[in-house]
């Protein structure tokens, strides 16, 4: 198999070894100066053809986005304000409060949506996919749509939620603004340039047919923008960092709390930190070594010079296998083995493989002379922040924030791993250490304004938003019922927060609360067995009203929680699974059935 059928590289092998040895002939101004070359021409081959214009006055414009962390949001906003600022107009609107019968009615849509897991829609936008994708969606005859996807290349379904938004619009007879652009975890660019390249059409087609229009996009009122935010984090310093597990437990849960004195950063519960942490030095290390580069190599990223070894630390993910870097080593160690997982019917190997060997494991495994530094760095994505649940309200915390953190711990190919974010909060951050953070917003994870009832149901570290919620309504002396579903492995030493719980019990803060410690007994017992168990009192407050909370894992709490839910709504209710299924439905599009799952 040739170099140019790998996928990602339209070079052929020969190309790339002269590119190679082109490289390694020219100085550091020759290589800026070929740099500014190609991007030019790169960028006059993507400009956008013309489109045919099709209507003879201005055309609606509707912007839809789905998010499950906010970047598909924060995008929407960017390219909202493009528009207006081109003196065009349009409406923003989030997929879970977008009325999808106006959907038929649209003109021009804009659409940005993130992929939640394998492939999955966002979970605040599962009504607007299952309407889109069912048979009640409108024909689209007339209605003109572009797509920006994200997601993450390290999962199979790279992308697949803006994917099937591009196909199915296609098959209900929408006609594509712009081909759909696809882009991984480091999007800020490609996204940018997508943003940039269809506002400058639209306007184009505006002037052609002379209809200028007047904005009246504003966007909604709110505090201003905060000075540290994912771009330029805080530098915050630990205050605390203990273990709230006892003695033999099988865990290592933290608490851990930052101090955001001077910062200006404000938050909900709800909300989550984002930490810019580096890379564990020593995994640093042993990947230099397995590469046999030095760390003070030069190097030159965006204009900027640095050293390997500093853009290891702080720059790159050096730790997950991508497809990009998978695409590299092909080409640079022609072996057979891996050439074979880029064929078309090695999809689920290919995947498999990347999941089960770190960058370092395929260094070590398929080793290469001489690698180039440069070169290696361009195969690696930027390295991105890492998100916790706030377990802390500022109401009751000023200028504080608080997490729960249970590091990730693993062993692969017999040597031991851990998480990026989680390893260095557990082993490597004492008291005063500082780390860069700022807050993301989450929209979808919020108390109701009033003093409805809300149950609370997670496991392990998914408790962390709970003791948020309880000390926020403390402090606000809000006195609504509240209900907590608590799991975890063993009560005698994973009981997280335990004398907290307690005393809000008491004290008539916590209304009830429910245990399942799965290790404690030999027939495991999981939170939503607990909820079985209570299935009649909990009807009854979904009927008074009560807002439902998930917080944990994906792969097992989230699921099971929602079919104990559908389960226990059928059998009080006396009625079937449809109608039990439309009534979960229906507390999703009411805000009322909220998860933050991960």
Not at 207 to 232: I, L
Not at 323 to 334: E, I
Not at 458 to 479: H, M, N
Not at 574 to 587: K, P, V, W
Request: proline share 5%.
């Amino acid at each position: 198999m040739s170099a140019s059928e790998l996928s990602g590289n339209p070079l052929t092998l020969e190309q790339w070894r002269q590119v190679e040895g082109l490289t390694r002939s020219l100085e550091p101004m020759q290589v800026r100066w070929l740099s500014g070359y190609f991007a030019g021409l790169d960028a006059g081959l993507r400009m956008p053809q013309p489109q045919p214009a099709s209507f003879a006055a201005a055309r609606t414009l509707t912007i839809l986005y789905g998010t499950e962390t906010g970047n598909a949001a924060e995008l929407a906003q960017m390219l909202a304000a493009a528009v207006t600022d081109k003196g065009l107009t349009c409406t923003l609107h989030d997929m879970a409060d977008y009325k999808v019968r106006q959907l038929g009615q649209e003109q021009d849509l804009l659409i940005i949506v993130s992929t939640y897991g394998e492939g999955d829609p966002p979970q605040p936008a599962t009504g607007f996919f299952e309407f889109a994708e069912g048979r009640k969606a409108p024909t689209l005859e007339g209605v003109r749509f572009a797509v920006l996807a994200l997601g993450d290349s390290t999962y199979e379904y790279y992308c697949q939620a803006g994917k099937r938004l591009d196909q199915r619009f296609e098959e209900l007879g929408g006609e594509r603004l712009a081909a759909r652009v696809d882009c991984d975890v480091d999007y800020e660019e490609p996204a940018k340039a997508w943003i940039a390249a269809t506002v400058d059409m639209l306007v184009a087609e505006v002037a052609a047919n002379r209809a200028p229009s007047v904005p009246r996009f504003a966007a909604a009122a709110g505090a201003p923008a905060a000075a540290y935010d994912k771009r330029t984090p805080f530098p915050a310093a630990i205050i605390e960092n203990i273990a709230i597990v006892g003695r033999g437990s099988t865990k290592e849960t933290r608490h851990i709390e930052f101090s955001l004195a001077g910062s200006g950063l404000t938050y909900e519960p709800g909300d989550a930190l984002g930490i810019a942490t580096p890379n564990d030095p020593a995994v640093v290390a042993e990947l230099l070594e397995a590469l046999g580069l030095a760390p003070e190599a030069d190097l030159e990223i965006k204009g900027n010079h640095c050293t390997l070894g500093e853009a290891l630390t702080h720059r790159f993910e050096i730790t997950a296998a991508t497809p990009r870097f998978l695409d590299y080593w092909t080409l640079v160690s022609d072996v057979a083995l891996i050439k074979q997982l880029h064929e078309e019917d090695r999809v689920g190997e290919r995947s498999v493989f990347l999941r089960t060997h770190h960058i370092i494991d395929i260094v070590r495994r398929f080793p290469v002379r001489d690698i180039m530094p440069q070169g290696f760095v361009s195969a690696l994505r930027p390295l991105q922040p890492r998100l916790y649940s706030l377990a802390s309200s500022l109401s009751a915390a000023p200028e504080e924030a608080h997490l729960t953190v249970a590091p990730l711990r693993y062993t692969l190919h017999g040597a031991s791993r851990s998480g990026v974010a989680s390893g260095l909060l557990a082993d490597r951050a004492d008291v005063d250490t500082v780390l860069p953070v700022y807050i993301q917003s989450n929209q979808h994870f919020r108390l109701p304004l009033t003093d409805a009832p809300i149950l609370m149901i997670g496991a392990g570290t998914g408790v962390a938003p709970y003791r948020a919620f309880l000390q926020d309504r403390e402090a606000k002396a809000i006195s609504g019922k509240s209900w907590l579903f608590f799991g975890e492995r063993n009560f005698r030493t994973d009981f997280l927060y335990q004398s907290e719980w307690q005393d809000w019990l008491k004290d008539g803060r916590l209304s009830r609360m429910d245990v399942a410690f799965s290790r404690d007994r030999v027939d495991k017992v999981y939170v939503q067995h607990r909820m079985k168990a209570q299935s009649r009192d909990l009807f009854a407050w979904l009927e008074e009203g009560a807002h439902v909370y998930v917080c944990g894992d994906a792969a097992n709490l989230a699921p099971d929680v929602h079919e104990a839910l559908i389960n226990i709504v059928a059998h009080e209710a006396h009625t079937g699974r449809e109608a039990a299924e439309d009534y979960i439905r229906f507390l999703q599009a009411d805000h009322r059935y909220q998860r933050d799952v991960y």
